[in-house]
């Protein structure tokens, strides 16, 4: 083992992750810290005689070491969907291992959206786990963004507005992030204080943890979205930005209330949370810049950061490259270069956010010369499906840092807007974060399929050799589109259209490989595997399936209408909505998969029935309609989850099937208008939770083995 630079010393945090993850059987393992050392992350293990030891420079580092341990000796891993690992009853003594070094300073986590999208209603238990979680995969730079409503709250009242208008600026609990992106306000609030007092704590608690594992949390800045009726009281110079169906209003940053308001925020942020010295602003986010000379776009960005700097003369900005790509016909070289080089290269870190699919860096001269992290986003909203690009994960970080544009590359990180879905590829991202690269991903799968499932098969292997080679290596955006949680139409061509940023539909054929990786998971399971992660796999298998055959049976049906012939209508439509119910009864086997924990962690925070009702119409809202009534976002963070399935999606395709149903008897047309106008108000009233309404919960489900092994015989037709 390398000599330590210093004497190593035990480490309470890290001591205390190891009780939390292994129980009892932490006792077997010491964990330590090399403080002070500085230079590269590294860690190493000496499993020879006594307890095993791990060693590194952070908290992190040793959390990894475990996991390193974990997989390469014990043939185990701790997933978010398996937090458990399998330990053999004594330790394997494998020896000294060479130390690892990782080749990134920074290795990043979440998204601004991810904080709607997944951990909105978290309690501290969960959030616990998850900073194990981000321990042991190495993350060293995570966004930390619970809690901050309180410095804004605080900073809005110091600026003279009154309470209420300050909590209804804030909105809703699972609408924040947009807020945090200048993207919409007020909306789905007025935020209760109970929440914004509960969040306080919370943050202070997720950062605590963070901190002393080694993490350095990156807090919000400011980029000028402020109330309307503070720019009104002010007579400040401002501007009306628009997002999607929302508009903002976003201070002149040459008007003195920028730099007021935004140093009192962060000043305030500061006094809350402390900091880290990394601060995330995105000003333009996703929509348009009001200015087009590019002196004016850099002064924009001087304002941005000045901000930062008058709090904290070491802060570093971190910005997502996402504008750049989005708005690529804006974000000319000239604009670019401008906002960019307004920045010095110390003090801004970029995040290139779609770099396994849209990279940035490329077209952006390496971000001149800024330091810059490749990022997987991997999932848009939670939509549903099997869906990655493991190939590209392996190799992606490492050709980017051999390519001369790349060279300022500092880190990887994951940059999902939700998560929970395909553990594989955030486990070989960990792995990628601390060897730079992984160059056979076959070899990786095996090594990584056995850790999962506790054995080696080759029915096994098989199965995720065509996985890979089929949902893990897609060419597209995301998972096929799945029509289930599409909203209808009988407009056009009577085929819903899919969601905004959504992948292609699903093609109404199975995928032969999927198929036969389908059958190979089921004949490989036993029910003891149901509940765990080949259960999980097995469910997302097919589901995926489900989600091809419902595309076929909707266009079937959808071409039959426009036929006008109800008989085959009615066949093909039929077979759809059963379609429907069987997926809701195989996500009902799974607890990943369920509406009502969903709506109960929503509920759990309020002190009232109003409270109550307030944030479980919040956790309604963002997963359905998420905006207005019309909103083009419709539908955009559509999940396959029991309950949700079975009591928004079925009853909107049912009401399809009836209006076509009842056209076809009397010979109407379709009246499109119509449908839209009353499906509409349906979708308002089952969001609009009231006292008294029941959560809509699964029906009760067998093992999810059981369930699958019924399905199969149904669908084994559909596949190609």
């Known amino acids: 083992m390398t000599p330590p630079e210093e004497p190593s010393t035990g480490s309470p945090a890290a001591r205390e992750l190891l009780g939390r993850l292994l129980g009892d059987r932490a006792a077997e393992f010491t964990a330590d810290v090399v403080p002070g050392v500085g230079g590269p992350d590294w860690f190493e293990v000496d499993a020879g005689s006594g307890r095993v030891a791990l060693r590194g420079s952070s908290g992190v580092a040793v959390a990894s070491a475990l996991r ?43 998204n601004v959206c991810t904080f709607g999208y997944t951990t909105a209603f978290w309690d501290w238990a969960r959030w616990e ?38 909590r209804r600026f804030l909105g809703g609990p699972a609408h924040l992030p947009w807020n945090w992106l200048a993207s919409l306000d007020g909306w789905g609030g007025p935020l209760p204080q109970s929440w914004i007092d509960g969040h306080a704590d919370l943050g202070r608690r997720i950062l605590d ?14 980029s000028g979205h402020v109330p309307r009726e503070l720019i009104a009281d002010r007579c400040a110079r401002s501007t009306t930005l628009p997002w999607w169906d929302f508009e903002v209003g976003v201070l002149d940053p040459r008007d003195p209330l920028f730099e007021e308001f935004g140093t009192a925020l962060l000043a305030e942020q500061t006094r809350l949370f402390g900091t880290d010295h990394h601060y995330a602003a995105d000003p333009f986010i996703e929509t348009t810049p009001p200015v087009t000379d590019p002196a004016d776009i850099a002064r924009v960005a001087q304002a941005v950061h000045g901000v930062m700097t008058a709090v904290d003369d070491q802060a570093t900005w971190v910005l997502q490259a996402w504008p750049f790509s989005y708005r690529s016909d804006y974000w000319t070289a000239e604009r670019t270069r401008a906002f960019l080089d307004a920045i010095p290269d110390d003090r801004m870190l970029i995040l290139d956010l779609w770099a396994e699919h849209r990279p940035v860096w490329r077209d952006t001269d390496g971000y001149r010369g800024k330091p810059w ?33 790349g060279g300022s590359l500092s880190g990887v990180g994951a940059s999902m807007e939700a998560f929970g879905g395909d553990p594989v590829l955030y486990e070989l991202l960990a792995d990628v974060a601390w060897q730079g690269g992984v160059k056979d991903v076959r070899a990786w799968l095996e090594s990584w399929t056995e850790a999962r499932y506790g054995r080696r098969t080759t029915g096994l292997l098989r199965a995720w050799e065509l996985l890979h080679g089929t949902v893990y290596a897609a060419d597209g955006p995301g998972p096929p589109g799945s029509v289930i949680v599409c909203r209808p139409t009988v407009e056009g061509d009577l085929r819903p259209e899919l969601p905004v940023h959504l992948a292609a539909p699903a093609s109404p054929t199975v995928p032969p490989g999927l198929a036969e990786a389908w059958t190979l998971l089921v004949d490989e399971a036993t029910h003891a595997d149901s509940a765990g992660p080949l259960g999980r796999d097995l469910c997302d298998v097919t589901a995926q399936v489900l989600t091809h055959v419902a595309c076929d049976q909707q266009r079937r049906a959808a071409d039959a209408a426009l036929a006008r012939d109800a008989d085959r209508f ?21 607890p990943e998969y369920r509406l009502d924990s969903w709506l109960a962690d929503a509920r759990s925070w309020a002190s009232t029935l109003a409270e109550a009702e307030l944030y479980e119409a919040n956790a309604r809202r963002i997963l359905t309609i998420w905006g207005h009534a019309r909103s083009e976002l419709h539908d955009y963070s559509g999940r396959h989850w029991a309950g949700l399935v079975r009591s928004f999606y079925l009853p909107r395709w049912r009401r399809w099937y009836e209006h076509i149903v009842g056209a076809l008897a009397t010979g109407s047309p379709y009246r499109a208008e119509e449908f839209e106008a009353s499906l509409i108000d349906w979708e308002e009233r089952w ?28 669908y084994r037709a559909s596949r190609g």
Do not use: N
């Open 68 to 110: 390193w341990y974990l997989r390469t000796a014990c043939r185990t891993q701790i997933t978010w969907d398996a937090p458990v690992p399998r330990l053999p009853d004594r330790l394997p003594r494998t020896g000294t291992a060479a130390r690892t070094t990782s080749p990134y300073l920074h290795r990043y986590h979440f």
């Open 129 to 166: 786990r998850h900073i194990d979680w981000m321990a042991l995969h190495g993350v060293t730079t995570p966004l930390a963004m619970t809690g901050m409503e309180a410095a804004w709250q605080r900073a809005l009242l110091r600026a003279g507005l009154d309470d209420e208008t300050a």
């Open 209 to 222: 943890r963070e901190r002393v594992l080694g993490m350095r949390p990156v807090l919000q800045g400011f």
């Open 373 to 405: 992290v490749w990022c997987m986003l991997h999932s848009l909203g939670g939509r549903p499906g099997l869906y990655g690009k493991l190939d590209e994960v392996a190799t992606g970080p490492a050709e980017a840092c051999g390519d001369a544009r």
């Open 570 to 590: 009615e066949a093909a439509a039929t077979e759809l909505l059963a379609t429907i119910e069987d997926l809701d009864e195989l996500l009902a086997t799974r």
């Open 687 to 714: 969001t609009a939770i009231r006292s008294g309404t029941p959560p809509p919960g699964p029906d009760a489900a067998g093992p999810t083995l059981d369930v699958v092994r019924t399905l199969m015989p149904r």
